[in-house]
């Protein structure tokens, strides 16, 4: 009988030589702008808390209050028991939000988009997906045991060239909005076009553009002005720039409709507390009027690429113009070497490595919130002069 144990003893250490294991650290403090390990400050720069919401008094104030009216557990799936008042609600305010007629709430936003493909794409039909899109969406591909096709990063010619060849009377594409690793932006507008010239239905995750893009935080369908016709399927998370937890998934009533009935990922599991999703709603109303939020943030980026260029660094980065700005290094060792050295300096920045990224394109994925101050920037920018 096979030694179970010391067959994933042996891929673990294969893992460590190549400078790809994974480690957790313990923080003692809340999401925001410094954390606490082992008793020890650092100023965090990993975080995804991009409006610096996830703390928020107010935010806490009225998960506190949720807790009081409607206890901690939901109970129950939605379809069962566990669809509360305060899910409603939040569901009806994300709606209005995103300028769709309905919206819906997922535990995750991996649940949400393995709920979304699987439910809408039939075995017959293709799905074209961007090579850079998050795991989720890839695994919600698998899932749906429709054709898969992924085109080169933001590749519109070759994506065309896929679309017109493809005689499926149905097609699907599908891509990130900002894509969580490189920080760019899909390109939204080309791919409704697309969409529309070869009869294909446009799915987007815009997880990490909610809150984010937008005069209103409305994220990348309002930064490039798309409706609920252009981009009839839009996804986001919660747990984000909204500093709370869950995802939704926003279109049209037969869109809604159709996910209760078919989403595996929305009908089998349990709904999120409802405590959340009150609290929630508060930070969603913050997100929207204090746009002050988006424009510290956007600072924040700007002083950080400058200070990049007037180092000589600028053309390690990666050209973003979202909080996500990743420092490619080349090698995994060098990337975790990076983060260490970083740390004993006081400062935390996470190493990605394959296969979260590919080959050869290690990172330090730096990542900006609205609660950082202009010191805070100068701070890291020095300690990367130091070290690059």
Not at 148 to 172: C, N, V
Not at 191 to 212: E, K, M, P, T
Not at 256 to 262: G, R, S, V
Request: aromatic content about 6%.
């Amino acid at each position: 009988m096979k030694d179970l144990t010391a067959g994933l003893a042996r891929q673990l250490d294969r893992q460590k030589a190549l400078n790809l294991y994974r480690t957790r650290r313990v923080l003692d403090s809340p999401a925001g702008v410094t954390a606490v390990i082992d008793g020890q400050r650092y100023l965090s720069f990993c975080s995804n808390d991009y409006l610096g919401l996830a703390n928020h008094p107010e935010v806490i104030h009225a998960l506190q209050q949720g807790a009081a009216e409607y206890g901690v557990g939901s109970g129950a799936a939605h379809l069962v028991s566990g669809h509360s008042r305060a899910h409603h609600a939040l569901e009806e305010e994300l709606a209005a939000f995103t300028r769709r007629p309905r919206a819906l709430l997922f535990s995750t936003g991996y649940m949400a988009n393995l709920g979304v493909v699987s439910a809408l794409a039939q075995r017959s039909e293709t799905l074209y997906e961007d090579r850079l899109n998050h795991a989720s969406l890839i695994d919600a591909a698998l899932l749906s045991q429709a054709r898969l096709r992924r085109y080169p990063h933001a590749d519109l010619a070759t994506l065309e060239k896929w679309l017109m060849d493809d005689g499926a009377e149905h097609k699907w594409i599908i891509s990130d909005g900002v894509f969580s690793m490189d920080g760019d932006l899909a390109p939204l507008a080309s791919l409704a076009a697309l969409g529309h010239r070869y009869n294909a239905s446009l799915i987007i995750d815009d997880a990490h553009g909610f809150g984010v893009l937008g005069k209103q935080g409305g994220g990348i369908a309002e930064h490039f002005s798309m409706d609920a016709v252009q981009l009839p399927v839009l996804v986001g998370t919660l747990g984000k720039a909204f500093g709370t937890f869950g995802a939704f998934v926003a279109g049209s009533e037969a869109l809604i409709e159709t996910l209760i009935q078919h989403a595996r990922s929305y009908i089998y599991t349990t709904a999120l507390p409802p405590a959340i999703a009150q609290a929630t709603r508060v930070s969603l109303r913050l997100a929207q009027v204090e746009d002050w939020r988006r424009t510290h943030l956007m600072h924040r980026v700007t002083r950080f690429r400058a200070g990049m260029e007037q180092r000589g660094f600028l053309s390690m980065l990666m050209p973003s113009p979202t909080p996500i700005q990743p420092l490619i290094v080349g090698d995994a060792a060098r990337a975790l070497t990076l983060s260490e050295a970083l740390l004993k300096r006081g400062i935390l920045v996470g190493a990605i490595r394959p296969p979260t990224v590919p080959q050869g394109s290690a990172r330090l994925r730096i990542t900006f919130s609205a609660a950082h101050s202009e010191e805070q920037i100068d701070k890291l920018l020095e300690a990367l002069s130091e070290l690059l």
